[in-house]
């Protein structure tokens, strides 16, 4: 965006309002977007804990990451957020990964 | 780098050690299970493993392996802390229903000297029935609500009745019927799984390292584990059931509790009571 | 109301050995409850123990103390069927005794 005046002190007294309003703009535009990210990964997170409640194997840590995910939202800070909600959908897989490789793992610990 | 990146590869670490150790090769064909001769490798490997405790004393837990341990329970036993949750137990267990019925009504004998004889598998319903389960339905089924399996009643009733049957050998049953033996078998299954976010399964500590150190406990072996239930923990100040215990092991290994008397914890207490048939029932116990 | 105290004390040559168990939920006052609330401290301040008129075991206790505490002692003196008064009072001013006979 160019903005020009008739005369140079037109374009001193602009300049900074411009940059202003550059900021405010960007600023929302990085909310909005911060906030699709986080809903984008807490759904992420959410279907993969899911599938391990189906698996009757979730993790505490997993329920505790989500749980900040959750509360870091509610005061708005996103990035943080989403942060926590990427590390809650990996410790969800985590837990997925698990079950699924128990599922024949465990026969190495039987006594036998 | 963002606290995510840091972490997401250490919390994958025990899955990765899982993968590692499924590379392994190994082959184990998915038999029926022969119930009889796996109880007594399971007996076999604790009596191999520590050749100087009595078969009977297993069911004594840490005490059976650590000779300090021992001598300060002894003691305690001579004025046991769980005196007072028994003496409520029986007091709840005699107190009738508000249709003038009791707990002595729903079971054989009256309730008394039957402990070692749970959990068994109800055809009929082909399930698991436990102590805790049976209690809780005999007060449905005489119009009372149920309590907490997690709770101070429970724990107190649960002690008076294995209290009643101290001395008398585990005396478990699996009746000829595919989905008794499914049971065992998952309840077998459920003891060896690693489970939480540290990876271990109730074998890792109670097969590999009963005797040594976990933290400042010693740690149990399996064979005769609930021999001794309900018990009171120092730890906890009061008396834990069967399902109380489940639970914590599970919330320590940083797994999310199922609930109590879910099916896979009834299977699990079911294997784990059938292993130690011929052990003699010494609870309720007072453990740290 | 069952007594909150049991004992037993044996005599064996001319010293006597007592065992104490008691319920009280000894509350530090710093534990709080399932809605946040403090539970308010709730403790055996004094423990006596006698004999024959005489003192045989004081005990002033505080917060540190655990939940139905254990106590074990022993005291010179006491022959088998003399009378041991055992007594407590806590910090709300409830107070519980109970004698027994040396065993």
């Known amino acids: ?112 | 780098m963002r606290s995510w990146q840091v972490f997401w590869p250490i919390s994958i670490l025990p899955a990765i050690a899982a993968l590692m150790v499924l590379s392994v090769p190994q082959a184990f064909a998915d038999d029926p299970p022969d119930p009889a001769a796996e109880a007594k490798a399971f007996r076999d490997y604790f009596i191999h493993k520590f050749s100087d405790v009595k078969l009977e004393n297993f069911v004594n837990g840490p005490y059976s392996l650590n000779e300090g341990m021992r001598r300060q329970w002894q003691e305690i036993e001579q004025f046991p802390p769980y005196e007072f949750s028994l003496e409520k137990g029986k007091e709840l267990f005699a107190r009738p229903f508000t249709n003038g019925k009791n707990y002595g009504d729903c079971f054989p004998n009256h309730g008394i000297g039957i402990r070692q004889n749970y959990p068994y598998f109800d055809t009929k319903a082909g399930e698991v029935v436990t102590l805790e389960l049976a209690l809780n339905d005999c007060r449905k089924a005489n119009g009372e609500p149920a309590i907490s399996y997690l709770g101070d009643d429970m724990a107190a009733l649960t002690a008076y009745m294995a209290f009643t049957s101290r001395g008398k050998p585990f005396d478990i049953k699996i009746p000829d019927d595919p989905r008794a033996l499914d049971a065992y078998r998952n309840g077998k299954r459920y003891f060896y799984t690693r489970r939480g976010q540290l990876n271990f399964s109730c074998a890792t500590c109670h097969v590999q390292y009963p005797g040594e150190r976990l933290r400042a406990e010693v740690l149990a072996p399996a064979l005769g584990i609930l021999n001794a239930m309900p018990i009171y923990r120092s730890e906890w100040g009061s008396m834990g059931t069967i399902s109380r215990r489940f639970a914590t092991c599970n919330s320590q290994t940083r797994g999310v509790p199922l609930e109590p008397q879910s099916q896979e914890y009834r299977d699990l207490e079911y294997y784990l009571s059938y292993v130690s048939n011929g052990l003699p029932i010494s609870g309720p116990g007072a453990r740290p | ?103």
């Open chain 1, 1 to 112: 965006m160019t903005v020009t005046a008739s005369t140079a002190s037109g374009q001193l007294f602009l300049w900074p309002l411009v940059a202003l309003s550059l900021v405010g703009c960007a600023a929302s535009a990085n909310a909005a977007g911060s906030q699709s990210d986080f809903e984008t990964a807490y759904a992420a997170a959410d279907a993969a804990e899911q599938e391990a409640g189906h698996l009757r194997n979730r993790w505490t840590v997993t329920e505790t990451a989500l749980a900040g995910a959750r509360k870091a939202a509610g005061e708005g800070d996103f990035d943080r957020a989403r942060d926590m909600a990427r590390e809650a959908e990996a410790l969800a897989k985590a837990s997925v990964f698990q079950a699924k490789s128990e599922k024949e793992a465990w026969k190495n610990l039987e006594i036998r």
């Open chain 3, 1 to 103: 109301m069952a007594s909150s105290i049991r004992v037993r004390a044996i005599a064996n040559g001319g010293i006597t050995e007592v065992q104490t168990l008691i319920q009280h939920p000894m509350d530090s006052g710093f534990i709080k409850d399932e809605n946040g609330q403090f539970i308010p401290a709730h403790f055996i301040q004094e423990l006596t123990f006698e004999h024959d008129g005489r003192k045989v075991f004081v005990a002033d206790w505080g917060t540190a103390v655990a939940k139905d505490p254990y106590v074990k002692f022993s005291f010179k003196g006491g022959n088998k069927g003399d009378d041991l008064k055992v007594g407590w009072i806590d910090n709300q001013g409830t107070t519980d005794t109970t004698t027994v006979k040396i065993q």
